[in-house]
Each structure stands twice: as structure tokens, then as C-alpha cells.
């Protein structure tokens, strides 16, 4: 019973061994370091798990557990592939908490960027939950399946400053959809989330090739979501300090609609924009000093600090 209960702790220890991030995979990262990108059907492959037995002769707890899960892909269509394939078997784990795992749920489409196992015949995900994206219709299939092919297309161009420009376009239409304006601001900022201050942005490749066109599309993009989360939240650096007042309106108009944990990000970019020990104050009161994820009795006492909060950010 003690060496069985060991095994329950060494599991736990080996899943906190892998709970870390990784380095953000972006779109155009997933298609270079993909071996294959394969739109296809989902079939779930059921696995028995058997987490002990004990040894009929010598009495020992024999450890058959697992932590990975295993989907057959049934392709559909592929966009990149050293050779054609019918199927593909890829093993992930799912009850991965951080950094989040890829995900094959039973029956969907997906648009997978899977690597081949060298010792097997076995497929991984490129980037976990980076690498596979749950369609859910056709607009969005098309969408991940043109701005790929478009990319290859790009990699024909053989100036390279002709290169980086089509891929800064490129870059620029990914942030007009939700499904990859993350990925495209992203590389187009550099910051891997809107916690990073953008008062001194790193340089990234693509700064020299985006044109004050370009830059007024992103702002307008911004300008023209009701829902802000990462992706939007990264544009605001294409926000000229000129038009600060109408960003600041914008995002208390956002906060407005917002859930819980979309709220306090808001409210953190309205302080980065308008510095304000008030505006600090207050941001701190109800994110830290209040239990606001997990306690709402306090929940007229918030409001009254979010709105006390929004017209000092709107004041003048």
C-alpha cells in the first residue's frame, strides 16, 4: 500500500516537473518548423488506463500507468508534408495544466502542425495548444488554410526585402481576424503579452518594413473590437499619442463588457496609458486587496471602486 501510494505522489511530481511556458509559437513559426500541416478529422483513440498491478509471483506494485492520450487524424488535406500521408497517430497530454496541451476532441476538425518521432510511428503537436486549431466552421478553415498558403507563396519571393514586406502585409491581415491577431501582433510588437510595457519596445523584424498605412489598419482594428483580450491589447502600441484620449474612452467602453478576468487586464492598460497614482490606487484596491476572483459579497463595494476608477480615467 506505501510503494502504491508512492507511485500516486511521483505522478503528481512528474506532472509539476513539466507545469512551465514555453516560448510563444506564432503562426509563421508553426508553419517553418512544422514537418507536416495537415487539416483532418478527429478520431479520440481510447486508452484503458491500468495505474498498478501487483505481480502474481513476487507480490511488487507494477507501474502500468500513462499521462499521454493518443488521436488518429484522419486527413483531409495537407499543406505541408515531406509525403502524403492517409493518417496520422499523435500522442499529447492533456491533463497538462501550464503550459496548456494540445487539443483533438472527438469528431472536430482540426488544423494540426505535427512533427514525426524519430523512435516511432508516432506524431507530436508543434507548440502544443499553439499547434492545434479547433475549426469550428468553414470561414474559419478557410481562414487558417489560405493564410498558410499565402505564406508560401510569399517564400517564393527571393529579394528579401521584397520578402519581409509581403510578410509584414502578411503579418498586418492576420490581425484582422480574431482567430490569429494574436499572431500576428505579436511578431509584428514583439511582446509576448500586453504585461509587457510597450514604452520601449525591442525592435523586431518587421519594424522598418510597416508603413504608416499599415500602422492606421491596426489602430482602426483596435478601434473597431468590443472584446479586448491579448491580440487587441497589443495593437494599443500602434496608438499615436495623439489619439491617447480616444484610446483611453475605448478602453473604458471595453471594460464595460468585459468578464472578470478580462477587466483587470483593461484596467492595467488604462493606468499604462494614463499614469495616475489614483488610477494605481484603485487598480490595486480592488485586484489585491479585495478577493475579486474568487469572492463577489463584496460586489456593490467593487463596482463603486470600478466607477470611481473609470471617470477619473475619463476625466480630463
Known sequence: MHRLFSIFILSFLVIELFAY????????????????????????????????????????????????????????????????????IVTYSPNMICPS??????????????????????FYTNGLSYGSKVVSSEEELNHYKNSILSYFNIQKQSNKKRRNELITEWLVQLCTSRLTRWDGAFELTN??????????????????????????????????????????????????????????????????RASKWELHDIMYKIVENKPNKDLERLLHKIFSDSNYYHDRRDEQKIKLLIEEFNDIALSK
Not at 514604452?199 to 482602426?220: F, G, M, V, W
Not at 483596435?222 to 500602434?238: A, H, N, T, V, Y
Request: hydrophobic share 35%; net charge positive; glycine share 4%.
Open 21 to 88: 511556458p514555453i516560448t510563444p509559437v506564432p503562426l509563421q513559426t508553426l508553419i517553418l518548423s512544422s514537418d507536416y500541416i495537415v487539416i483532418a478529422k478527429v478520431e479520440h483513440i481510447k486508452r484503458e488506463l491500468t495505474i498498478a498491478r501487483i505481480d502474481s509471483l513476487t507480490g511488487d506494485t507494477i507501474w502500468n500507468g500513462y499521462f499521454d492520450e493518443r488521436a488518429k487524424l484522419h486527413i483531409v488535406s495537407m499543406l505541408k508534408g515531406k509525403k502524403e500521408l492517409q493518417q496520422a
Open 101 to 122: 496541451p494540445a487539443r483533438y476532441p472527438d469528431g472536430e476538425t482540426v488544423v494540426a502542425f505535427i512533427n514525426k518521432d524519430k523512435e516511432s510511428d508516432l
Open 191 to 256: 511582446q509576448i503579452s500586453h504585461y509587457v510595457y510597450s514604452k520601449n519596445p525591442k525592435s523586431t523584424a518587421y519594424n522598418k518594413y510597416i508603413t504608416s498605412e499599415q500602422k492606421a489598419r491596426l489602430q482602426n482594428i483596435l478601434f473597431s473590437c468590443d472584446k479586448l483580450r491579448d491580440g487587441e491589447l497589443l495593437l494599443i502600441q500602434f496608438v499615436p499619442n495623439d489619439q491617447r484620449e480616444k484610446l483611453i474612452k475605448h478602453l473604458v467602453d471595453c471594460a464595460s
